[in-house]
């Protein structure tokens, strides 16, 4: 009776978290990567499973979801990163729901790190990698990830940061959860565009008719930086110079790339703020070279500036400032509270919880033998190995 034994296994993993519990194992929510994976025991199963069968004598023989089993080993470039850190808490929420164990893994931003985890998860026998992969700016690690995996026919779900379609459909089981991530950079340029024909006179703090601005972005190499770089200047471009104002110009005239990058590829707040410090200390409105208008690539690199300019006496909470308009992604909590706040203009929403309950989906589906998109949502299905989760605009309006 599939239902007694569905219920047999959930009072049966009861039994063995609050065994683990007393016996100092750590939780597997707590993402400390050196504790095993918790386990489903075969007595402990049979026992609970006689005491389901009495106490569900009389409920009939309802059909249910084919039972999940196996655990999950998921992989985190980082720890540090605010918008992964919002997908864990809420990835951790959605695979505790679907009654599926798990372990969490902090990479620490090195890829040498990670592969090492994933070869000491596949040989602890995990059934499943999801993976935020840190190297995101090669196929190498990737490959590497699935040729192991591959080896012990494990599924595989790479999520968030960009893996190519080659590499994904090139094994079966693999699957990639992320987003179209070229529109972030366009829906960010479209808002920039839009915010300035409304506002280009106050905005344009030295008078002379062109808005001067920094682009912080993220990392060299990964996808997601280099669209929403390229884009959120040339669709805010593509909006000013179609209203007959003159495109965007880069605050220092000597940087061909026109843009700041944090070095340690780690997206920061505290790289974004250092840069800003060094620009205000030579550019400034006394100096009518005021940098009027700041792009980042994501919300960490924008609070990091706007604590800068607020340490300069703009974008001060109490409105009694000028407010440097200053655009990121992700929509944590951080911005959206900066933005009600008036400190920060807008910000692109990565929906999280949407991330999260897809990969959770996607695992139950990998784990219980059912199709690879089963319950996900069609229209953000591309093919036989991505969803795209959608993106929206945060203004706080």
């Known amino acids: 009776m599939k239902l007694k034994k569905i219920m047999a296994l959930a009072l049966a993993s009861c039994m063995v978290l609050s065994l683990a519990a007393c016996g100092g194992k750590a939780d597997t929510a707590s993402g400390t990567a050196a504790n095993e994976p918790e386990t489903k025991t075969e007595d402990a199963a049979a026992a609970n499973e006689q005491e389901a069968d009495s106490a569900d004598a009389d409920a009939g023989e309802a059909e249910a979801p084919a039972a999940v089993e196996g655990d999950v080993s998921v992989f985190y470039y980082t720890y540090g990163d605010t918008y992964i850190s919002s997908v864990r808490t809420a990835l951790d929420a959605s695979l505790e729901a679907a009654g599926i164990p798990y372990q969490d893994y902090d990479s620490n931003n090195s890829q040498t790190t990670q592969t090492e985890q994933v070869t000491t998860a596949i040989a602890k026998g995990t059934s499943l990698l999801v993976v935020n992969l840190v190297d995101s700016g090669s196929d190498d690690a990737a490959k590497n990830i699935i040729e192991q995996a591959s080896a ?36 960010q340029g479209e808002m920039i565009g839009e915010y300035l024909m409304a506002n280009f006179e106050e905005v344009d703090l030295n008078g002379d008719g062109q808005i001067s601005y920094v682009m912080f972005k993220g990392q060299e190499g990964n996808a997601e930086a280099i669209a929403r770089t390229q884009f959120g200047v040339e669709d805010a471009d593509a909006i000013l110079t179609a209203g007959g104002k003159p495109a965007l110009s880069f605050y220092d005239s000597s940087n061909e790339n026109k843009y700041l990058v944090d070095q340690d590829g780690a997206w920061s707040a505290a790289a974004a703020n250092n840069y800003m410090q060094t620009i205000l200390s030579q550019y400034s409105e006394a100096n009518g070279n005021m940098v009027e208008l700041v792009i980042a ?39 959206k509270e ?21 990969i959770a989906q996607i695992s139950s589906n990998f784990l219980g033998g059912a199709d690879t998109f089963t319950d996900v949502a069609p229209e953000n299905v591309v093919g036989t190995w991505r969803v795209n989760i959608p993106y929206a605009t945060y203004t706080g309006e």
């Not at 595989?156 to 950079?185: H, L, P, Q, W």
């Open 152 to 187: 012990q026919n494990i599924p595989v779900i790479f999520f968030n940061r960009s893996v190519s379609e080659e590499v994904v459909s090139g094994y079966d089981k693999c699957v990639f959860v992320g987003t179209d991530y070229e529109m972030a950079g366009h829906m």
């Open 338 to 358: 900066a933005i009600g706040k008036g400190t920060m203009t807008g910000t692109i929403k990565q929906d999280a919880d949407g991330m999260a309950n897809t």
């Open 297 to 335: 690539n994501n919300d960490e690199m924008a609070i990091g500036s706007v604590t800068a300019l607020q340490n300069a006496g703009y974008n001060l909470e109490d409105g009694s400032a000028t407010v440097i308009p200053v655009f990121g992604v992700d929509a944590t909590d951080a911005a």
